[in-house]
């Protein structure tokens, strides 16, 4: 089994994230607070709560190496928590949103972090230090509708996004001041803030959960209409594929390696996908196991069993939990997949841990090392 520990930290799990050495975790327990739980003798104890929200956290993020925690909430306000003693002490971001916060990531430089919102805009923060806050400057009148995730490069300059419009987009997001021109990065550094490097109208539907390789190769990002979406040589001539699957539609990626990503979302239970030695992306299996087997003509019955629940439910006003479906969805995670976090640590050249959290309360820590015919895939 992948899972090699769960852990019941609430009845729902907004988002989660993990300090630098994987002995804390900080989430949101659905509400307008980040608890921080630690580590001690096998036993997790909560030993901080963030009060400064006023509405649901829907975003946190915890930088490695300065040990900052960085959240994003529904209240249109984000906070940079830094720990000074045994109190986390909040800094406030300026964030100029007239809609609800969304997603927050660090850069991998740890100098800015991004956020995405629900007024069609992202905003790139970064820190003056003659005022004590942090500011930000907006990319404004790109996005149609919310963004729904945000991704960096490991370039430090490049900025990927999804949205409910159902488009993915890379940005650059060079400050004056902030990045230096890097000889590496070629052109990219020459860019302008705010500069659309690319435009991907793969999806018909929502698009969530972006992310790039290790490399920063290729860009990976997934669609409400069950498909998940892969781009290569990102820039004036990309590369497209993507993989169409029978199940629930995904709500985030994380790459495990240039070849292996894993999908989490509505389905309960993560997919594992991988590209062969032609560079062809395909569905492997999924990561936990199944309640129940699945037959094809089960299958094929399923959406006319589920109008029949549905149409109970509506016409008696109650569940209709009774009825045995078609398959039962996850195994260890019980509802939605919302959030996965790599725990490898830095500078480590194989990822083969990661957590998810979800809906049902839970994080559960995942192990690939023992998956023998996912090894091909982990180099």
Sequence with gaps: MAAVEVHQFAQCITCHAWSADRSMIAFCPNNNEVHIYRLSQDKWEKVHVLQKHDQIVCGVDWSARSNRIVTASHDRNSYVWNQEGSEWVPTLVILRLNRAALCVQWSPKENKFAVGSGAKTVCICYYEQDN???????????????????????????????????????????????????????????????????QLDLSFSWAFGVKWSPSGNTLAYVGHNSMIYFVDDVGPSPLAQNVAFRDLPLRDVLFISEKMVIGVGFDCNPMVFAADERGIWSFIRFLGERKSTLSGSRYSSQFSEAFGKFYGQSKNGASNDSIEPSRSRGGIHENCISCIMSLTESGSSRKTRFSTSGLDGKVVVWDLENQEDLSGYLT
């Design 132 to 198: 004590n806050w942090w500011v930000s400057k907006l990319i404004r009148k790109r996005h149609d509708s919310s963004v729904t995730s945000v991704a960096w490069h490991p370039n430090n300059i490049l900025l990927a996004t999804t949205s409910t419009d159902g488009k993915c987009r890379v940005f650059s997001t060079f400050i004056k001041g902030v990045d230096t021109r890097d000889s590496k990065a070629g052109s990219v550094s020459d860019s302008k803030f705010g500069e659309q490097i690319v």
